[in-house]
């Protein structure tokens, strides 16, 4: 270990360095359908000193007790969208940089939704939701990373017939 902070660690192997999380703590991201449409959260990330579009997501272990996948998305998900999701379905592990960061997070898929709150995070994270038409992807990240709004890799699978993929 090369630095160890409250949510980081920096690892020097071999020649090797790279960013993991302290405790080795996981993420869930939520692929949220409903009626036709992808529920999308743009929040302010520090690290690139702007609003980002991104899937709602989080920390599996951040809700305190015993927590899992299932339970972190469901909560996750209401907490940022105001949405409650009826059914949860695991699509797969996955890295986000795996050159860089040892990260990884679960994808789930969030079906059945039905509004139960006003959304928006906690602790003032001024996250806004956005329900987006599947057919209006494309252009709806378009508009937004033409108005300054950071773009986070994972919405690249929405985009991959967009994009010639």
């Known amino acids: ?52 579009l991104e899937l709602p997501a989080g920390l599996i272990g951040d809700g305190g007790g015993e927590d899992n996948v299932e339970l972190a998305a469901r909560r996750e998900l209401e907490e940022e969208t105001g949405f409650a999701a009826e059914r949860i379905e695991v699509l797969g592990d996955f890295y986000s940089s795996p050159g860089m960061v040892a990260e990884s997070f679960t994808l789930v898929r969030a079906t059945g939704l039905r509004r139960i709150a006003a959304g928006g995070g906690v602790d003032g994270e001024d996250i806004v939701t956005h329900l987006v038409p599947r057919g209006e992807i494309a252009a709806f990240v378009a508009g937004r990373r033409a108005a300054g709004v950071g773009i986070d890799v994972k919405l690249l699978m929405l985009l991959g017939a967009s994009l010639g993929l």
């Open 1 to 52: 270990m090369a630095w160890q902070g409250k949510f980081l660690t920096a690892v020097k192997r071999g020649t090797w360095e790279y960013v993991e999380r302290a405790g080795r703590i996981s993420a869930v991201v939520i692929l949220a359908d409903h009626d036709g449409g992808i529920v999308l959260v743009e929040q302010p990330r520090v690290p690139i000193g702007r609003r980002c």
